[in-house]
């Protein structure tokens, strides 16, 4: 006798996640409706499709997975054509033992399950994913394909030999270009990357997605098609195409699966032709609370001492690509109430705040970051957010801003938080004026997350317990490798923080000018802990890796 399975809305009732009128009212529908309850309950707006892919998954006993996080194999991807699978809201992810693995917003439906069986003609595992998920897996492993096409396309239209010939600039609206440009953003973005970098070299011009920090290669271009395809990018960023021999920004916005995304595009001159970066910031990405930042409770009520008072310097440290960014935009979105006058300059402005004040720096226009400071100053500011301190001159005038009653955010490159003083006062900064003014420092990096579908145990050996300055064996996690994870062992990424919060003890001895290392052990005695000894505590809690401990923390001898 097969055990009794509930009924997909009396789960959702029981787990609080609709009410019953909001099932009463999608019943009520269904009756004239030929959809699923569940799909009814999205789209009355009572429930998340992601919410629907875990209750589904409770319900049927089948695994339930984030595309977001898993590694889908391209080939097997295509093994059904887009149609079938945006007819169904599946797609094959990846084949083990000769059994292909498809994700499913319903796997309920045998229909579909048949029609793939017949196509690939292979055993078939369903796993779970909400509908979402898998659309947009859909839209950017097909549009692998359409790349493939479009550069094919741009072979036959402009009929180029293989005698290195470029393509006629004049005429860059072409379909195939624009084509190939369009899935070379989806593309990324729908594979969490964070930078887009084009390349060209003598044969051949090479596209790579820096994912979860590393760059991971995408595609070739053949490097008589690359003019068509750089002057693409460089007439929707608002770039002189004519201009080929001095570096160029330039800025495009596009709203890519509902949400909207700003890419920055720098071109740089190499000898085979234009290199293009473009970085890519999703609006949205700022949004997250102090514990998805990767705050502790400790460092968290460090962070509430720097930023709940009214005047001072908060500075943010680390090296590019280590999110201050996000990290700050997060600070200054908690700290914005409408009884504050929030003004910000940055050079570019990353992410649009409701309620804040934003100026973008114009060097050209003789707008600097100095040049706006002073003028922000007369605008009756409570909290003023400088992109960077750059200069001793802006430093000069953040130190004045911050003694004379404004909280002051910014941001710093340094090793750690300690050395950020030194660096203050390398810039001309009096060390009673850095004493003085200074609030609170907090240093942060990323590190990649190890998979947690492939990981594996081990106790340390004496050499890692040198490295991590263990006393006795411990056991820790290492990265395997596996295809939810595209054979990396890493799986997205998590912060470390080391917050400095500025005492009196530590005023004095930056007044007395104490060396780095003085300050640093002053600072431990507050509580502060290290940027070394945060990463020790996730390799310990298997999160991380030694080798991403290694590569990315300062470790003192």
Not at 81 to 97: L, N, Q
Request: aromatic share 6%.
């Amino acid at each position: 006798m097969r055990p009794f399975k509930k009924k997909l809305g009396e789960m959702l009732l029981e787990s609080g996640q609709i009410d019953q009128n909001q099932l009463e009212n999608a019943l009520e529908e269904q009756k004239s409706n030929w959809k699923r309850l569940g799909d009814i309950l999205v789209d009355l707006g009572y429930l998340t499709d992601g919410t629907l892919a875990d209750t589904i998954a409770k319900q049927i006993a089948v695994e339930r997975v984030n595309l977001q996080n898993t590694y889908i194999d391209a080939a097997v991807a295509r093994l059904i054509p887009k149609e079938v699978a945006k007819k169904y809201t599946m797609i094959p992810i990846y084949e083990k033992d000769g059994v292909v693995y498809v994700a499913m917003s319903d796997p309920r439906n045998m229909y579909a399950l048949d029609d793939l069986r017949l196509l690939i003609q292979k055993p078939v595992r369903s796993l779970v994913a909400s509908a979402s998920e898998i659309d947009q897996a859909i839209e950017v492993y097909y549009s692998q394909q359409m790349s493939e096409r479009a550069i094919e396309d741009l072979k036959r239209d402009w009929m180029v030999d293989t005698s290195g010939q470029e393509v006629d600039d004049a005429d860059i609206q072409n379909a195939p270009a624009v084509r190939l440009a369009n899935s070379i953003m989806n593309q990324a973005v729908t594979l969490r990357a964070s930078d887009i970098h084009i390349e060209p070299f003598e044969d051949a011009v090479m596209v790579r997605f820096r994912i979860d920090g590393s760059l991971v290669e995408s595609m070739t271009i053949p490097q008589n098609l690359y003019s068509a395809v750089s002057t693409r990018f460089k007439v929707i960023a608002g770039i002189n195409i004519a201009e080929k021999r001095v570096p160029q920004d330039g800025r495009i916005e596009m709203n890519i699966a509902g949400k909207n995304y700003d890419f920055r595009v720098s071109t740089l001159p190499t000898v085979f032709g234009e290199k293009i970066v473009i970085r890519i910031l999703d609006r949205t990405s700022f949004l997250f609370t102090r514990e998805m930042l990767g705050f502790t409770k400790e460092n968290s009520r460090l962070v509430d001492m720097i930023i709940k008072k009214t005047n001072g310097i908060v500075l943010l440290t680390g090296p590019t690509g280590s999110g201050k960014s996000t990290t700050l935009y997060s600070l200054l979105r908690e700290l914005n109430t409408p009884e504050l006058n929030i003004v910000t300059i940055e050079d570019p402005v990353e992410y649009m705040l409701h309620g804040i004040n934003q100026v973008q720096v114009n060097t050209k226009a003789g707008l600097t970051f100095a040049a706006g400071l002073r003028s922000i100053l007369r605008q009756d500011p409570d909290i003023v957010m400088i992109g960077e301190i750059r200069d001793e001159e802006t430093a000069e005038i953040a130190v004045r801003a911050s003694i004379t009653g404004h909280l002051v955010l910014s941001t710093l490159h340094t090793n750690d938080a300690p050395s950020s003083i030194a660096r203050l006062v390398d810039m001309g900064i009096e060390p009673f004026l850095v004493a003085e003014s200074l609030s609170g420092i907090i240093a942060q990096r990323l590190v990649r997350r190890l998979c947690k579908h492939c990981r594996k145990k081990a106790l340390t050996t004496q050499a890692e317990m040198d490295v991590m300055l263990l006393d006795e064996p411990a056991e820790i996690y290492h990265p395997v490798g596996c295809p939810k994870c595209n054979g990396t062992g890493y799986s997205g990424r998590i912060s470390l923080h080391e917050v400095m919060h500025i005492n009196r003890a530590l005023r004095d001895a930056i007044q007395e000018g104490k060396s780095t290392e003085v300050l640093r052990d002053i600072a431990k005695e507050n509580g502060m802990m290290q940027l070394f000894d945060s990463c020790k505590q996730h390799v310990l809690e298997g999160t991380t890796s030694l080798n991403e401990m290694v590569k990315t923390v300062y470790v003192r001898d």
